[in-house]
Each structure stands twice: as structure tokens, then as C-alpha cells.
């Protein structure tokens, strides 16, 4: 009787770029499945070995020496367990995305995806020419099929598999987390299991690279389709399945992890990107500016829990129109997070260019002119700071704010990295009143008080934005769903709401165009799944 087979899944953060370290996880990784887990399986992400994705390395001319070079070592330095891995691989001068399984210093076998993804933030086809063959493998009498990412979405490499008639499957993944995504990815997985008729065993990277955001959440599936694991949301970890060749039946050998609700997953993957960008880049820490306001008081919440408050500090950059309450908030919130916290008056810098500039704004009456400065000086601390102790600037403006160009070139958009530039403002409260569950940290009239960017006497942002509420659902449906300026006011929107914010949108592209980039966590972030022309004479009426 066969005895039962055990598969170890390598939900790792692994390096873009890094192909010597990535090999090295890997070996380390594999030896540890081999006598910790006694493993017979080991299972790696996709493109493990280069990172994903690895965008125009790819084009490098060295990508072919180093990925042979790593596979040569792989092949040398592990014996005793079979590896299933994922790796960007020439062969008669075509690049696929390839899937390899080594076992006992042969590459037994490899499998190319087939469904190469060219859309929101993919662009495999760039690089990669799509498979036409399934992957299938022996191992102890047991056909199993691969599957890779984007394969398991559509049905045709399913039923090539289904064909070669496999009791198992394994599919290596690097997909992208945004909110409902792990649900998604549930729900597909369970119709391609009922479609082969084989359980699956669903591995998914976790980290966080540039703006993307990987967050695990592996997956066993049987072959009914029932979910029977659930990985961890945005940590690495090993996990153990085992498959019983005789009932043809897959099981965990751990519980599966909690389900996190909607503000718990998506804080965490705010927090994962903080992390990622900062350490995976070298920076000693981060500074930013705390104003009083609930942009700055989330951002420097989620950077201290990504790096610990010794590694982050605010800077209250006040002026004539900050009010006490905000330099109050601002004080209260840096001491319950224990971190540094200084202030800097821009009061003298601001006195000071205005009159270098009084002769060319002589005759001109006050305008945004003003308060853009006001920003600008803030921005040239924050970022003198950072030159002088390598810390990155952390950038506060949220998704709304993008949207519609509320922000300052080289003023409050002056930094490195920008947690909230995929948060819709609505979504900031809720993720603000969920970071204050577990510990009071963000002021309770910072939530509560109506927003202002205080450059102003008593201004608030509703003075010249429809309420955020409103706001938010028409750029929704206009930014992530294409809808047209008509087809929203059909919705039951105000028709000069509608224009109004459809033009901001237009007529700021420019602007995000130099903003720093920001985890993504929506369906449509201002990033690489949004490319619109800045100069353009298209109108968005119907």
C-alpha cells in the first residue's frame, strides 16, 4: 500500500533581482522540508529564483547565466527531496515562465505558463512566450500536474491537465493582493479542483515589492472544491499537506490560519509595504510630517508598526493658521507611539521667501500661491532631514487627495513613499477606528474633527470638495470602473459634482505622474495598472 506523500508549501518573501539570495532560501529552505518536516515535496513560488516580478531584468543579457548558475547549485547542494520551483528560463532563444522540478541533481522535468496576463498591473507578455504543453510529473506513482498563477484563473490549462488524467496539482503563484482578492482566489481555486477532480494544493508569495503587495494566503483545496487550509495574510511560513495516494484525499497538517476581515487586511498590507520598501531598499528608518490631521496620524501608526518606534520620527511643522488642537493631537499621538517627535516652525522659512519674492508677486492678490509655499517649506525639512540621516520621507496624501489633485509638488508630495495613495479617504477613518482597537494610539477628535489642511484661516476640505462620502463613490466608479461622466449621473450623483471631480481627475495626471509610489490595495491603484496620457483632449462625458 502506497504510503502518503508530503508536501511542504514555502510561502516566502523573497528579493527581486536577488538571485544568489533567493537560491540560497531556497536551498536552506528545501533541507529544512528534507529533515524537519520529512517532506518529500517542497513547493516555491513563482519566478522564485529572479523575484516577481523582475520587469526589465528580464531583457538583462546576464539573466541567463545567473539563472543557470543558480539551478547548477540548487542541483548540487540538494538531494533527498524533490523541488518544484519557479524561475525565468531561455530555451532556443525563447524566454518562459518556467516551473522546474529537480529531484537528486536532475531537472526531471519543467512545465512554461501558459496564460501569460497583460493587464492592471501585469505585463508578462513584455517578456515571456506563453506554453502550450501541461506539466506533469511522477512521484511515486502519483501524476502530478502544475498549474502557474494565471493558469489557474482560465479553464483551458485545467482540462489539459484534467486530460492527462492527474491525481494531484500544484500551482505556484505570485498574486497580487487587493481588498476581495483572497476571496477571489478561493472561489477559482474550488471550481478548478471540481473541474480536475483532484484536490490543489494553491501556493501564493507573501511581501511586499515596490507597490505591489503579495499576502500569501495559501490555499488546500480537495477535489470537491472544499477550502480545507488557509495560510497566513502578509507572513511567511511553512506549511505541511499530506496527499494519501490510496483515497486520492488531501489534508493539512496545522489549522488553518484566521480569516481577517476587510480594515485587518488591508492595515496589514499597508504595514507589509512600510516594511518591505524601507528594509529591502536600506533605509535606517522614516520621517514624516505629523500634522494634527488623520492622514499623518494613520501613516505614522502603520510605520511604527511595520518598523518599531525606534526607526520613526515626526516632525509638527506648524504655522500661523495651525490650530492648538492640532499641535495637541499631533504631541499626543508621537507619545503614545513612543517615537521621536519634533518642532520645526516654518513661520521664518515662510517670512523669508515671501520677501526674496515680494517683487514678482508684487500687485498679485493671495492665492494658492501662499498656501502651496506653505507646503513647500515643510516639504524641504522633511527632506533635508532625510538627506542627512537616510531615512526615507514617508508622504501622507491619501487616494481622494490624488484623485482630484489636492496635493503640492514638491510640498506635502515631497518624499519617497506614500502609504495612503491607494486609501480612499472614507477608507482612512474606518482604518484609522480599526488601528485604535488595538491600542488607543490615534486621538479620538482627530477622527472625529472635519478635515483641513489648515493653510488657511478656518478652512476645511469640504469648503471646496463634494463630502467624502460622495466623493469617494464617484471616484470609484469613474477611476476603478470606467464609468462615464453620464453613466454616474445616472447613478443619482449631482451632474456638477460629477463634472467637476471627472475634470480634477483629467487635469491631474500630471501630478500623479510625479508622486512617489504606494502600496496598492485597490483593484485600480494610481500606478502601473492606470496609465492615462497627461496631455489630452479626451473628454469623459459618455
Known amino acids: 500500500m502506497s504510503t502518503p506523500i508530503r508536501v511542504l508549501m514555502a510561502q516566502l518573501n523573497l528579493l527581486v533581482g536577488d538571485i544568489p539570495g533567493n537560491t540560497s532560501r531556497v536551498i536552506d529552505t528545501a533541507l529544512k522540508a528534507r529533515d524537519e ?4 515535496l517542497v513547493l516555491f513560488p513563482e519566478l522564485a529564483l529572479s523575484g516577481y516580478p523582475p520587469e526589465d531584468l528580464l531583457l538583462r543579457p546576464s539573466l541567463e547565466p545567473r539563472i543557470e548558475q543558480a539551478l547548477a547549485r540548487i542541483k548540487a547542494e540538494v538531494e533527498g527531496i524533490t523541488l518544484v520551483l519557479g524561475y525565468p528560463r531561455y530555451v532556443e532563444g525563447a524566454l518562459y515562465n518556467m516551473a522546474g522540478v529537480i529531484r537528486d541533481g536532475e531537472l526531471i522535468g519543467e512545465y512554461a ?7 492592471q498591473v501585469f505585463d508578462e507578455q513584455r517578456y515571456f512566450v506563453a506554453g502550450s504543453q501541461p506539466g506533469v510529473f511522477e512521484h511515486r506513482g502519483v501524476r502530478i500536474g502544475l498549474s502557474i498563477c494565471e493558469d489557474i484563473w482560465h479553464s483551458a490549462p485545467t482540462e489539459q491537465l484534467a486530460q492527462a488524467d492527474v491525481d494531484l496539482v500544484l500551482s505556484l503563484n505570485a498574486s497580487p493582493y487587493h481588498m476581495g482578492k483572497p476571496e477571489q482566489r478561493a472561489d477559482v481555486v474550488a471550481q478548478r479542483a471540481q473541474q480536475l477532480q483532484a484536490p490543489i494544493v494553491y501556493l501564493n508569495q507573501t511581501g511586499a515589492q515596490d507597490e505591489l503587495i503579495f499576502d500569501g494566503n495559501s490555499l488546500l483545496v480537495s477535489a470537491t472544491g472544499e477550502t480545507l487550509f488557509c495560510g497566513a495574510h502578509c507572513e511567511e511560513a511553512l506549511y505541511t499537506a499530506c496527499f494519501d495516494p490510496a483515497s486520492g484525499t488531501l489534508s493539512a497538517e496545522q489549522p488553518s490560519q484566521p480569516v481577517l476581515g476587510r480594515d485587518a487586511s488591508v492595515y496589514q498590507a499597508l504595514v507589509t509595504g512600510v516594511r518591505d520598501y524601507v528594509n529591502k531598499n536600506g533605509f535606517k528608518g522614516v520621517v514624516l510630517g505629523l500634522s494634527g490631521g488623520i492622514d499623518s496620524a494613520l501613516t505614522v501608526a502603520v510605520a511604527v508598526d511595520a518598523l518599531g518606534a525606534d526607526r520613526v520620527e515626526a516632525v509638527m511643522m506648524p504655522f500661523r493658521w495651525t490650530s492648538s488642537m492640532s499641535l495637541e ?7 503614545a507611539l513612543g517615537i521621536q517627535y519634533d518642532v520645526i516652525s516654518i513661520e521664518p522659512l515662510y517670512d523669508s521667501f515671501m520677501q526674496q519674492l515680494q517683487p514678482q508677486l508684487k500687485g498679485y492678490a493671495p492665492d494658492t500661491t501662499e498656501e502651496n509655499l506653505q507646503a513647500r517649506c515643510r516639504g524641504v525639512l522633511l527632506m533635508a532631514i532625510s538627506n542627512k540621516k537616510g531615512y526615507l520621507v514617508l508622504t501622507t496624501g491619501n487616494k481622494s487627495e490624488m484623485a482630484v489633485g489636492y496635493s503640492t509638488l514638491y510640498g506635502d508630495m515631497a518624499g519617497g513613499f506614500d502609504v495612503l495613495k491607494d486609501i480612499p479617504k472614507t477608507l482612512v477613518y474606518q482604518l484609522s477606528r480599526y488601528r485604535n482597537t488595538l491600542s488607543p494610539v490615534i ?6 474633527r472635519p478635515p483641513s489642511a489648515e493653510l488657511a484661516p478656518d478652512q476645511t476640505d469640504q469648503d471646496s470638495l463634494p463630502d467624502y462620502d460622495v466623493l ?3 471616484l470609484e466608479l469613474y477611476v476603478e470602473r470606467d464609468y462615464s461622466a453620464q453613466a454616474i449621473i445616472d447613478e443619482g450623483f449631482d451632474a456638477a459634482d460629477v463634472n467637476r471631480v471627472i475634470r480634477l481627475v483629467d487635469i491631474n495626471e500630471y501630478k500623479r505622474r510625479q508622486a512617489p509610489i504606494g502600496p496598492r490595495v485597490t483593484q485600480r491603484g494610481f500606478g502601473r495598472d492606470r496609465r492615462y496620457p497627461i496631455t489630452s483632449g479626451w473628454k469623459a462625458g459618455i
Open 37 to 40: 518536516h520529512q517532506a518529500d
Open 113 to 119: 505558463k501558459q496564460c501569460l496576463p497583460n493587464y
Open 443 to 448: 486621538p479620538q477628535r482627530v477622527i472625529d
Open 329 to 335: 493631537d499631533a504631541e499626543a499621538e508621537a507619545n
Open 472 to 474: 469617494d463613490r464617484i
